[in-house]
């Protein structure tokens, strides 16, 4: 039997029925058993509680009200808790070895999904002793509440900067003209698009170097001791289970398999991205000291995003800035949307006023909207999603699409639809000017939707598996194959006009784009590495005792063209170690893949809805019911390899 839960917990009741569920599940006789009622039924339990649960914990991540997002917080802790209780319940995992004998007769997802919950009971503890499993269950508990501590103090760090005019020479004067202003100074909080703009448009060097040094102590000293103690515990875990570190533990069960791998696929990039950073670092150097008429100029990487705009105008004729004016966020929206609908064969109609009065979801701020997803053949309903796209104070600080309800077929036949929240942090409009999106933003957008249809356009009848329920070093490549698009100019076509004249976006300009795509990408590409060989290393430590600011400057050093800056600690705003612990390396792992599968559409056409049709029943439909090198594969018609995302960078 499951513990007891808190009264005051704000998911008091739900926690309390899922018990309850539990109870009723082992007190099930074993001659009564099937894998109906006993083994599949444990996906029931666990989505009810994630659905009855789910939106009061996410409320810490969207409410305007501070106790809200407190009781949030707290209902995303229980609810954790809860399922780490469950995956150290022994009457459970007995339950589970019954049906072991039997599993050659399930064909199929059933018997994946049992294959799966032997395989996490077991990594759970269920071999070791009842101190072992209780030491890990308080460990848990503990991860559970240093991450919720560590997310928050992100999320709510208002670090300002107070600048002058002067200081602010460069930045676009819409922007400024948006932000508080004291005693003749501009306030810019550094989250939502104030960092963009200063780091992209700011002339003035010095501004750019304050800027950075206060981006890079963003969180606080205090997440720098709570990162410190999550390494010591998540090593502790490893150990207790018999893992080399919690690098060897993550990577079990992901595609790269072990931490070789991961290493491997770092070396293999590493001397090749090497190559590429220096000639970037050569170009960006020269124009900066061209811009500025020092021939003895160094460039630092807070000069990287001001010069690849200099850049672009300069060399390709592409102002960032003023490509905005061609980006309105409403015109971008809808032109996405019918990107979307026309490729995937689907409709998106949002739910009214009156549909809302009617019982549909409640919105939680007066910036969201609603909608519904139909199947354009069949007419079906798919799913709901909610977007919520501007800034406000003490919301999540970066762009994340939140699952909020499962697709999940129930054991009485019934199936419940899934609901997601695309959340991110562009421009509010003005009374004078609509919200206007840089390219980059754009291509955020279309990034974080494609998580969005991964969710709403799964087949898969258990929650376990449903949607982005994939390999964590595969759930960004769905996505990141979908970011090409908003490079085609036929796709730009179709929404890409200035928001005062309606002039479409100017063929030289988009050219301009299209031959700079690459400009800067060694660089670029070196920080992903350095973040997530960063990461990688914390939590291969097999003891835990980590200084991460000499790690973090070590791994700096090695992996950047830059100068080390000392006395930072960028790893305290580095949100992804709560969720992605020793897995950022997902996010260029799963390129490998994304490029690939998007050389298929360069094939055969980027808006060619055969293959789009292909690419959503063979990948996006089937969730993580069976490896996610068996979904490329089958969409390739072939086994991926990097070629392509090497062309994507720019190398051969």
Request: with cysteine; charged share 25%; net charge negative.
């Amino acid at each position: 039997m499951l513990p007891a839960q808190e009264t005051l917990s704000p998911i008091a009741d739900v926690l309390a029925e899922a018990n309850q569920a539990v109870e009723r599940l082992l007190a099930r006789p074993p001659a009564e058993r099937t894998f109906e009622n006993s083994v599949r039924a444990i996906d029931d339990i666990q989505a009810r509680c994630f659905l009855d649960a789910r939106m009061v914990g996410f409320l810490s991540k969207v409410s305007t009200d501070s106790v809200e997002r407190e009781r949030g917080r707290q209902a995303e802790a229980d609810l954790s808790n809860w399922f780490d209780e469950l995956y150290k319940n022994r009457g459970i995992y007995e339950v589970l070895l019954s049906f072991e004998p039997k599993i050659d007769e399930l064909e199929g997802v059933d018997r994946h999904y049992l294959e799966v919950l032997l395989r996490d009971y077991r990594r759970g503890g269920m071999g070791l002793d009842e101190a072992a499993r209780e030491r890990l269950l308080a460990i848990d508990r503990e991860l559970t509440d240093l991450g919720i501590a560590f997310r928050q103090a992100i999320d709510e760090d208002e670090t300002t900067a107070f600048l002058s005019p002067e200081e602010s020479k460069g930045v676009p004067k819409r922007f400024l003209d948006s932000l508080p202003q004291s005693a003749g100074m501009y306030q810019a909080t550094l989250k939502g698009a104030a960092p963009s703009y200063f780091f992209g448009y700011c002339e003035v060097p010095e501004t750019r170097r304050k800027l950075s040094l206060l981006y890079g102590l963003r969180g606080g000293s205090g997440n720098v001791e709570r990162l410190e103690r999550m390494l010591h515990l998540r090593a502790e875990k490893a150990r207790i289970l018999g893992y080399s570190s919690f690098a060897a533990y993550q990577t079990e069960t992901r595609m790269a398999e072990n931490p070789a791998n991961v290493i491997a696929f770092y070396d293999d990039l590493r001397p090749r991205l090497r190559k590429k950073a220096l000639a970037d670092l050569a170009e960006f150097t020269a124009a900066k000291r061209e811009h500025t008429g020092d021939p003895d100029a160094e460039l630092y990487a807070w000069d990287f995003s001001f010069y690849r705009n200099w850049l672009m105008r300069e060399r390709y004729a592409v102002d960032t800035e003023k490509l905005r004016e061609y980006f309105p966020m409403a015109a971008v929206i809808d032109g996405m949307f019918g990107v979307y609908q026309d490729l995937f064969g689907i409709r998106f109609t949002e739910i009214t006023e009156e549909a809302r009065e009617a019982g549909t979801p409640l919105l939680w701020h007066e910036d969201v909207r609603l909608f519904q997803v139909h199947d354009q053949a069949s007419g079906r309903l798919l799913g709901e999603f909610y977007l919520d796209l501007h800034p406000r104070p003490g919301k999540y600080s970066h762009a994340a699409n939140f699952p909020l309800r499962p697709r999940k077929r129930w054991l009485d036949g019934s199936l419940t639809l899934p609901r997601v929240a695309l959340v991110c942090n562009f421009t509010k409009p003005t009374a004078t000017e609509p919200s206007l999106m840089s390219h980059r933003e754009v291509q955020t957008l279309f990034h974080e939707f494609g998580h969005c249809l991964h969710s709403i356009l799964t087949e898969v009848d258990y929650y376990e598996f449903s949607g982005s329920h994939v390999a964590r070093d595969f759930v960004e490549a769905p996505s990141q194959m979908l970011e090409n698009w908003v490079w085609n100019a036929d796709v730009l076509g179709r929404f890409a006009r200035h928001y005062e004249t309606g002039e479409p976006l100017p063929k030289e300009i988009l050219d301009g784009m299209v031959a700079a795509k690459n400009l800067g990408s060694g660089l670029a590409t070196e920080a992903q590495v350095y973040l997530g060989l960063m990461d990688f290393t914390f939590h291969s430590d097999p003891t835990g005792d980590v200084d991460t600011n000499a790690v973090r400057e070590r791994i700096y050093g090695e992996t950047r063209v830059f100068p080390v800056v000392k006395n930072l600690h960028n790893q305290s705003s580095f949100g992804h170690l709560v969720g992605y612990a020793a897995g950022y390396y997902g996010y260029l792992w799963s390129k490998v893949y994304a490029a690939d599968m998007f050389s298929r559409f360069s094939r055969e056409g980027i808006m060619n809805p055969e293959t789009a049709a292909d690419y959503r029943h063979k990948v996006l439909a089937r969730g993580g019911t069976v490896p996610e090198l068996e979904l490329v594969t089958d969409f390739l018609g072939r086994k991926p390899n990097s070629e392509a995302f090497l062309r994507s960078l720019g190398l051969d």
